[in-house]
């Protein structure tokens, strides 16, 4: 297959490709052994913190589900030379917020010298009830919780002694790929008669038209083999953020402790079950309509909402995994790139800048609505100091094992994007995983003609122009994994 050329649509779509590729790349066709090893590790508060994911502060009363970091560490060696390295981390908290990263890329140097830092990504579940990892965000009480600067001192030494974990544990193993479908992800953004969106918009009335964009019901399946053939990892890809519970004031994982809690039941408490969200941003598990119908049947097998959607997922994962168990590899080609992608950036404008500031001098002085004004306010400061040609710099890692892909991005990206980048890939499956990152929305055109939340500009870094140049970009590193004699 021919390599995909870039070809920008327009000025605004022009960007910066900025190589980070780190360690050496095998040879096109070249057999190495692959190395793996899954660790999974706690980082759950001991004492009540302040939720993230709400405008509105929330201090935790309990902890209803543990809230973990789940790793899986690869090596590929030929002989005792090592030829390629990854380690993703997949974490339940609501984004992976700014400066986090490179903090536990710190705090692995020293415990696991062998492991190139930069090989390193996390990615977020997306719970709204895990802890806020970032001071100011919310006017929290004095005393009595646990403040986020210390939560996040706990989360970085944690992640990173998963990390050691998952590093020192690995041993020569396979790896397969699968594909099922669950019923999880609901388009929550209603469109009306008048063109007007609204997320979770009602859809019993009478101008209700359809929802604003596509649902994604594939679930990408990895599976990883110690060389007893005992499952030691798998990676689970679902287009839908876990936020069914996500009013609450208790520390959970959603959907997906229950997930892990079935899947060691039948594979072994030590089963590392890395959780990551697919191109989601206009999606949610909330239903949207035949409410009734689904509420009845969930009733009718006893199950909990939380439960019901972990039956679906875990009903897809073993359709996948029939498939996979019957063809393991152990000398899959493994390539891992990182880039950085400079994106342009959504211009803000006068009108959108005077509304905001409107807000601002509304909200100030209510400490209850202290993050709603700060989503305004920032708006009103990139006003002050954008330039037309500003970009925004993201780190995208694409990983080739066998005839899959993994592609990162750090956005809450709407569906439409991933498939995108699913339809055009060379590879068998496209594993799509966002909020690799510090998140914000990047939403589609449509979505911002419709104008809900999460394709306003509160809610945007870079709009549609820069989504399609990080589809484009993507790509271009997607393809460059594959030789020109290689097709799908």
Not at 223 to 240: H, K, M, P, R, Y
Not at 298 to 313: G, M, T
Not at 350 to 355: F, K, R
Not at 377 to 385: E, L, N
Request: proline share 5%.
């Amino acid at each position: 297959m021919p390599r995909f050329r870039l070809q920008p649509r327009s000025a605004a779509l022009l960007f910066l490709l900025s190589s980070l590729v780190v360690g050496a790349m095998p040879r096109a066709g070249a057999a190495a052994q692959l190395h793996v090893g899954g660790a999974t590790i706690s980082i759950t508060p001991d004492r009540p913190v302040a939720l993230a994911g709400q405008m509105h502060t929330r201090i935790s009363q309990a902890v209803e589900s543990p809230v973990t970091a789940s790793v899986v560490a690869l090596e590929s060696r030929e002989g005792d030379r090592a030829v390629e390295q990854a380690v993703m981390v997949a974490c339940d908290l609501v984004s992976i917020r700014n400066g986090l990263l490179e903090e536990v890329r710190a705090a692995v140097t020293s415990l696991t010298p062998d492991l190139k830092p930069e090989k390193i990504f996390l990615s977020a579940t997306h719970t709204h009830t895990a802890p806020v990892v970032e001071e100011g965000l919310y006017e929290l009480p004095e005393a009595g919780i646990m403040r986020p600067n210390e939560y996040r001192k706990f989360l970085v030494q944690q992640i990173a002694e998963g990390i050691r974990q998952a590093w020192q544990s690995r041993k020569p193993g396979s790896v397969g790929w699968g594909l099922g479908h669950a019923v999880v992800a609901q388009n929550r953004l209603a469109v009306y008669a008048d063109g007007r969106a609204q997320m979770y918009g009602p859809t019993a009335k009478a101008d209700f038209l359809r929802f604003e964009g596509y649902e994604d019901h594939g679930v990408d399946v990895l599976f990883f083999w110690n060389s007893e053939g005992d499952l030691i990892a798998t990676c689970v890809n679902l287009a839908c953020p876990a936020q069914e519970v996500e009013g609450r004031s208790a520390v959970n994982a959603d959907f997906w402790h229950s997930v892990r809690e079935t899947l060691r039941a039948r594979h072994g408490k030590d089963l590392a079950v890395l959780a990551w969200t697919g191109a989601a941003g206009d999606q949610s598990p909330h239903l949207m309509y035949r409410k009734e119908a689904e509420e009845r049947m969930r009733k009718l097998r006893n199950l909990d909402r939380l439960d019901e959607i972990a039956r679906r997922i875990v009903a897809a994962w073993d359709e996948a995994y029939e498939g996979a168990k019957q063809e393991p590899h152990a000398d899959a080609v493994f390539k891992h790139q990182v880039q950085t992608l400079n994106l342009p950036v959504r211009l803000v404008t006068q009108e959108e800048a005077l509304a905001a500031e409107n807000q601002v001098a509304t909200l100030k002085s209510d400490p209850k609505a202290q993050r709603r004004m700060q989503w305004q306010q920032k708006v009103v400061d990139r006003f002050k100091t954008q330039k037309p040609d500003d970009v925004l710099p993201t780190e995208v890692h694409v990983l080739r094992l066998g005839d899959v892909v993994i592609a990162t991005n750090q956005f809450e990206l709407f569906t439409d994007y991933g498939v995108q980048m699913k339809a055009r890939s060379p590879a068998l499956q496209t594993f799509v995983i966002q909020l690799a990152g510090p998140g914000t929305y990047l939403p589609t055109a449509r979505g911002v003609t419709g104008g809900a939340y999460g394709a306003v500009i509160q809610s945007n870094t870079v709009g549609p122009d820069g989504g399609q140049a990080l589809v484009d970009g993507t790509l271009e590193l997607i393809n460059g994994l594959w030789t020109p004699s290689e097709t799908r």
